[in-house]
């Protein structure tokens, strides 16, 4: 979540490629513990079940 609002040091500390990497160690442990079935499922039915997703954002600021 902080890499959302904090780029600059989720740049910094390559936070994307350690999520792709973490992306990939979850796939291989799918394939050496799962017998290869995915521990994901497709983003496609995610956002199917999830429609408030779809929804804008409104631009008005929260108050803390």
Known sequence: ?????N??????LN???KIGRLAYYFRK???IERDGRR???PA???LERRPYLDTPISRTRWKS
């Open 15 to 17: 936070t994307f490629t």
């Open 1 to 5: 979540m902080d890499m959302s609002y």
């Open 29 to 31: 442990d799918d394939v």
């Open 39 to 41: 521990s994901w499922q």
């Open 44 to 46: 496609r039915r995610v």
């Open 7 to 12: 780029r600059a040091e989720a740049r910094t």
